[in-house]
């Protein structure tokens, strides 16, 4: 072989060699997308600190629109994502790969009244009570209510908004009543004085099942394909998860801060909105029991609000 080649071989293998090094040690980066959730904080804590390391970068998108988010996860453009619990169990069954790495949020909703106070559903027979969806969450736990106290939803008229237009209805003095989560409870009570919290939807969940309150609304899932490709970093992701449930529990006022950062909302408002939310993990087996004990509800007035059936054990990680 010529000194030449000889050389330009030696060049590319070089170059090569140098490529692979680079590539090698470039940053890996985890796409999440969340809605405006507290649950959504440990991860913009994870991403701020930077607790997986240098080389690992968490890419957090806040949106709420929770379709994209399937479709993305489904065609693994993103690789985690916080959607309704109920959501992920829908989208599994429909045979997206997908699977439940914790449930969060365990307390956020709340009945706000206009003009009167209602400490029971009987109180509300004859008003207009605001709802975000028809057939979602919301929509299965009043009507669950309701049939336990005996009560047929007709007696109650139901109405179906979006959750800000619902909120602005009810602040110009067009609803009796509405149902939201934290922090629109919290900033609609700092903004009109005729507005009441009357019914707290986890007490009410608490009374038909031993003095247990917990309902899994929120949960943080990852994509099948990520986690074969990366068990120890989606491990890593979700101990560091639960390490940050922590922080935000345990320093309010930077969590408020960060959420402020991130989702334009006030930081004393989100503040205040903390004392009405329950943000939590809790062991595996408690945790799957509380999931199942739900799905198990949901499935006695909307099925489909899970796809149809109860996922398997494969759903959960």
């Excluded at 790969?97 to 109180?123: C, P, Q, S």
Aim: charged share 25%.
């Amino acid at each position: 072989m010529g000194r030449k080649k000889l050389f330009l071989v030696l060049s590319l293998l070089i170059v090569f060699v140098m490529t692979t090094a680079v590539n090698a040690e470039g940053i890996k980066k985890i796409k999440v997308q969340t809605p405006t959730t507290v649950g959504a904080l440990p991860v913009l804590w994870m991403a701020e600190e930077g607790v997986l390391g240098e080389d690992i970068e968490i890419d957090v998108k806040i949106s709420a629109d929770h379709n994209r988010a399937i479709s993305l996860i489904a065609k693994n453009e993103i690789d985690m994502m916080l959607t309704g619990v109920n959501v992920g169990a829908k989208v599994f069954n429909k045979g997206i790969n997908i699977k439940l790495l914790n449930a969060n949020i365990w307390a956020i909703d709340y009945v706000l009244t206009n003009g009167f106070e209602a400490d029971t559903w009987e109180d509300l027979q004859g008003k207009t009570l605001s709802l975000p969806l028809l057939g979602g969450p919301l929509d299965f736990l009043v009507r669950y209510f309701l049939d336990k106290e005996g009560i047929a939803s007709e007696e109650i008229n139901l109405v179906y908004k979006p959750l800000q237009n619902g909120a602005r209805t009810f602040m110009m003095g067009k609803l009796d009543a509405i149902l939201l989560p934290e922090p629109l409870v919290t900033k609609i009570l700092s903004n009109n004085d005729k507005a009441s919290l009357s019914i707290n939807i986890q007490d009410e969940w608490a009374k038909h099942h031993n003095g247990d309150g917990r309902i899994p609304f929120v949960g943080l899932f990852v994509s099948n394909n990520f986690l074969e490709e990366n068990q120890q970093l989606t491990d890593s992701f979700n101990d560091y998860y639960k390490i940050g449930v922590n922080w935000v529990n345990n320093n309010p006022e930077e969590a408020a801060e960060l959420a402020a950062k991130y989702y334009g909302m006030p930081a004393q408002l989100i503040l205040k909105s903390f004392n009405r939310v329950k943000l939590d993990c809790y062991p595996v087996l408690e945790e799957n029991k509380l999931i199942e004990r739900y799905f198990r509800d949901i499935m006695t007035l909307y099925p489909e609000m899970i796809g149809g059936k109860l996922p398997d054990e494969s759903f959960y990680f």
